[in-house]
């Protein structure tokens, strides 16, 4: 079974950022195809994307249709609008945003589910990124169902020395038990932050409110959330956009946000943009 989820540069959607590097995501860039594993009725559905002239696709033969359908519309984010942000882009040809109108970026690859994309942001902080594909990895060796990201009834049931011992994630160990099993008894509601009718900061106060949830990662899930008005700055981020924008002089996180500021709602999406602009130039790998 196959389902269209929309029409876009595919490529672009997957290397937006480093997900597609992390289980249990795998692309073959040569041959267009991202695949998946979801969990369903308890077991792990393989889910497939690729692209052709009438669309992307989302395929799977074990996940009912509806359920292909909203994991393949979430992954490739696009139920978020972005007609006003390519309109401001292309008038901003001149100082270098058109490319991102011309070519329709801003969707940013998500996993098939929020709890995923929250434990894979915990998983980046202060560490690099080889760390965090080892803890994945082995997250998803230790709790997963036939190679799926385990969800979190099943990452709460692990003893918090397991996840140090086996998964290796340190001194996160405690925040993700947490963060699991507030979800999994019904204390923390994930599908409240993804209600478009909140504001930017009511959602960042209620991240925030989880250990391990700094400006950082709070900043970097709103940006998979469609919620662009943070820009999520990081060691990485600071040295690059000094050199594309301050010619490579040291600047402030306050003359940044305001050099994006006119964007609005869009301005950590246009610097996000801005600053991987050349990882879409070239076939150079991400990570």
Not at 27 to 46: A, I, M, N, S, W
Not at 212 to 231: I, Q, V
Request: charged share 30%; proline share 4%; aromatic share 10%.
């Amino acid at each position: 079974m196959r389902v269209l989820c929309g029409k876009g540069d595919l490529d672009l959607i997957v290397r937006s950022h480093g997900w597609y590097d992390l289980p249990p995501f795998r692309y073959d860039r040569k041959r267009g195809v991202l695949e998946t594993v979801v969990e369903h009725d308890g077991r792990g559905q393989p889910l497939r994307i690729t692209s052709s002239r009438t669309g992307i696709w989302a395929s799977s033969t074990g996940l009912p249709r509806a359920e292909l359908k909203r994991a393949g519309l979430r992954i490739l984010q696009f139920g978020v609008p972005l007609a006003d942000f390519h309109r401001d882009c292309a008038e901003r040809e001149e100082e270098g945003f058109g490319w991102i109108a011309e070519r329709g970026a801003g969707r940013m690859l998500r996993a098939p589910d929020l709890f995923e994309d929250a434990v894979k942001v915990l998983l980046t902080t202060n560490c690099s990124w080889e760390l965090t594909r080892t803890m994945v990895t082995r997250l998803i060796a230790v709790a997963g169902v036939d190679g799926a990201f385990p969800g979190p009834e099943r990452v709460a049931r692990l003893p918090e020395s397991l996840l140090r011992s086996e998964v290796k994630c340190g001194y996160r160990a405690p925040y993700l038990s947490r963060f699991a099993s507030a979800i999994s008894s019904g204390r923390l509601d994930l599908a409240s932050w993804e209600d478009p009718g909140r504001d930017d900061d009511e959602i960042e106060a209620e991240i925030r409110k989880n250990g391990g949830f700094g400006p950082y990662a709070a900043h970097t899930l709103m940006r998979l959330l469609g919620r662009h008005s943070r820009l999520g700055l990081d060691s990485w981020s600071r040295k690059k956009v000094a050199e594309l924008r301050f010619g490579g002089h040291a600047v402030s996180d306050r003359e940044v946000e305001e050099f994006y500021s006119s964007f609005g709602r869009f301005a950590g999406l246009a610097f996000w943009l801005d600053v991987t602009r050349d990882w879409h130039a070239g076939d150079e790998r991400l990570w």
